[in-house]
């Protein structure tokens, strides 16, 4: 019963992590790593806990802004992808410049953000909804193409509206990819907030990045690292969560041993 309990899927990534910090530790006992280079892993959950008052009210800054882009993302990405999906015109106009969008790096142009919209959350969550807007895209172009055309054929022919093959065809066809889209997007949201945070911010877990880097406080800047990783996998989970509600009959959510 205990191995079973120990190798259930709920307890696998706590047991993976729980050995990579053990090996964390082993590495830097046996090699005697300095603690200004890595600090050991005890180190860091002693100033997780000492400074997790702050963290948690720092995080809610960065959740917010990374919500923010996220709900961007959805509102325009989506939309967008099938207007692109559905007119090879706009797909000719369009999909180009997005490629093109995506080579220039977030960084170089956030401190734009910050001067024509001053410090506030939105240039992070402009920054945030531009890092998770294009695995949106994609993946939602590429859903729609991928339905059948005799699927459209047999709704012609059983006199279907184009509006009822949308929601009875497409859509559900369509929803696998679009989520495997937004779970990209929205760790990736994660990234683009806290770029925001570090071009121009005085609050969120990319400020206290900053500030623990400034003063060379590693065991800070890692505590920081593993809030703001929990923040991109509570994130994750719940587009998951919702894909299970939505797309249940779907193969991926089929579960293996």
Do not use: C
Not at 19 to 28: F, G, K, Q, Y
Not at 148 to 173: V, W, Y
């Amino acid at each position: 019963m205990l191995r079973n309990l120990l190798l259930s899927p709920a307890l696998r990534p706590f047991l993976l992590i729980l050995m990579l910090l053990v090996l964390w530790d082993i590495v830097i006992r046996v090699f005697k790593i300095p603690p200004y280079l890595i600090p050991p892993p005890m180190q860091v959950v002693h100033q997780l806990i000492a400074e997790w008052p702050r963290l948690i009210a720092e995080s809610w800054k960065t959740t917010l802004a990374t919500l923010g882009g996220f709900g961007l993302t959805i509102v325009i990405g989506i939309p967008i992808a099938m207007v692109i999906a559905y007119s090879r015109v706009v797909e000719s106009y369009v999909y180009p410049l997005l490629v093109f969008s995506q080579s220039i790096p977030k960084v170089a142009i956030a401190p734009l953000f910050v001067v024509w919209f001053g410090f506030g959350i939105f240039p992070k969550v402009i920054s945030a909804f531009l890092l998770g807007f294009f695995p949106v895209v994609v993946s939602t172009v590429m859903g729609f193409k991928s339905v059948e055309p005799d699927m459209h054929d047999l709704a012609r022919s059983m006199g279907a509206t184009r509006l009822q093959t949308f929601f009875k065809i497409s859509l559900p066809q369509a929803l696998p990819a679009i989520f495997s889209g937004l779970k990209v997007s929205v760790t990736l949201a994660v990234v683009g907030a806290v770029v925001g945070e570090f071009v121009g911010s005085n609050s969120g877990i990319g400020y206290v990045l900053q500030v623990a880097n400034g003063n060379f406080d590693l065991p800070l800047m890692f505590a920081a690292l593993v809030v703001l990783s929990t923040i991109g996998v509570l994130l994750f989970v719940a587009v998951d969560l919702v894909e299970r509600l939505m797309i249940p009959w779907h193969a991926s959510q089929r579960h293996t041993q």
